[in-house]
């Protein structure tokens, strides 16, 4: 009996190492397939293409969501989920509420439409960041006067552009939804936009620190239903609705974790 448990214990082992050096092969062959990409994408900078345009969409816009795409499609140890994700989602301008775990929210809300434009702290403020990703899409400081960022963003919405938001504010890697900011959820009312949810679940592989590449597991993207502009049903105060949302997304949340984890 105690041989047979030695080899049990020995088998174990193997598996253990195998994942991990599977793991690491996949990574490795996604990150080789980003690299000779990201040449080809980098030097569109260089190229005098604008976003000062009439449409929403533009080069830049377009190729971004297209790359986020591609590389959530080439990260081989990512499998992903999308919930009541339809074609027509984005058609008209909204607010897109997305809570926030891990670096893959970047690609994951950067790929669902191109008429897109993000609201954030002040980290794009370096020079550098500023340069190689604001030329493709526009951010917008959360920080600043609300009111002027309205008429700021005004022309965006007229041009049917939604509008991308992680209200925690901070990166969470402790499996739950921490406290909304109501900055977003101002502009909201401001400028009279639908709400749209967008639940993000990650398996703890992926929450755990680690590079990019070597992150494997389960993404669980789930849609909530839309909330109307000027509906009463989650409050009448930007206040109200920042705390409604943010109690549907955690009981959502929750509901996940359960089903994943049990």
């Not at 989920?81 to 994951?108: E, T």
């Not at 977003?184 to 993000?200: E, H, M, R, T």
């Amino acid at each position: 009996m105690t041989y047979f448990c030695k080899i049990l214990r020995i088998i174990s082992m193997i598996n253990k190492v195998w994942r991990k050096l599977w793991v690491f092969l996949l990574g490795f062959i996604s990150f080789l397939i980003f690299m000779i990409t990201s040449q080809f994408f980098t030097l569109l900078i260089l190229f005098p293409f604008t976003n000062e345009k009439k449409s929403a969409r533009t080069f830049y816009t377009n190729m971004l969501t297209l790359y986020a795409r591609f590389i959530l499609k080439t990260h081989l140890n990512l499998k992903i989920r999308y919930h009541y994700k339809s074609n027509g989602q984005f058609l008209h301008p909204m607010l897109i509420v997305c809570n926030h775990q891990s670096i893959i929210d970047v690609p994951v809300s950067l790929s669902l439409t191109s008429k897109i434009r993000v609201l954030n702290n002040n980290w794009h403020n370096n020079k550098l960041s500023r340069f190689f990703i604001t030329k493709y899409i526009g951010f917008y400081s959360i920080y600043n006067d609300l009111d002027f960022l309205a008429d700021e963003l005004k022309p965006s919405i007229d041009k049917d552009c939604s509008l991308l938001v992680f209200p925690e504010g901070i990166m969470s890697r402790e499996k739950k939804i921490h406290r909304f900011h109501k900055g977003g959820f101002y502009l909201a009312q401001k400028l009279n936009l639908d709400i749209q949810p967008v639940v993000i679940y990650y398996s703890d592989s992926i929450i755990k620190k680690s590079w990019f590449y070597l992150k494997n597991g389960n993404v669980i993207i789930k849609f909530l239903d839309p909330i109307r502009a000027n509906t009463q049903l989650y409050g009448s105060t930007y206040q109200e609705l920042t705390n409604n949302v943010m109690a549907a997304m955690r009981l959502e949340y929750n509901a996940i974790k359960a089903a994943q984890e049990s």
